[in-house]
């Protein structure tokens, strides 16, 4: 099992949500025990795609940038066409539009 975290703008969230709820492995993955995407608001380091992007944090003492932190676990056969999904609607047509890590789980226990 696979947990993918995916840092994204915040005008792209909505996107990649549905891609990733648009795949097939989201579809067969609800049927057998299902899936959760959690979804937060954190403040980052991407690159601004505005100035109306661009924040102050006092408390960070530094610019940031809001964007979103997907997480969804995963079967290992499904890892590569929900990190594609993810990765196509994040595009913004900048070199870093975001970041996607893929890590391995040790056990993943679903509370019935």
């Known amino acids: 099992m696979k947990e993918i975290k995916a840092y994204v ?3 792209r969230v909505a996107d990649v949500i549905a891609a ?4 097939a492995a989201w579809g067969s ?7 959760n995407l959690a979804v937060y608001m954190v403040k ?6 505005a100035d109306e ?16 932190k997907l997480e969804l676990l995963c079967d290992d ?8 999904a993810i ?6 047509g900048q070199p870093y539009a975001g ?3 893929v890590t391995e789980l040790a056990q993943a226990i679903s509370v019935p």
Not at 29 to 35: I, N
Not at 77 to 84: G, R, S
């Open 9 to 11: 703008h915040r005008n």
């Open 20 to 23: 990733v709820k648009g795949t």
């Open 44 to 49: 980052g380091s991407l690159l601004p795609l």
């Open 87 to 92: 990765r196509s609607a994040a595009l913004t």
């Open 29 to 35: 993955a609800l049927k057998a025990q299902g899936h």
């Open 99 to 101: 970041w996607i890590t």
């Open 53 to 68: 992007d661009r924040h102050y944090s006092i408390d960070l003492g530094d610019e940031v940038v809001n964007e979103y």
């Open 77 to 84: 056969a499904e890892v590569d066409e929900l990190v594609d």
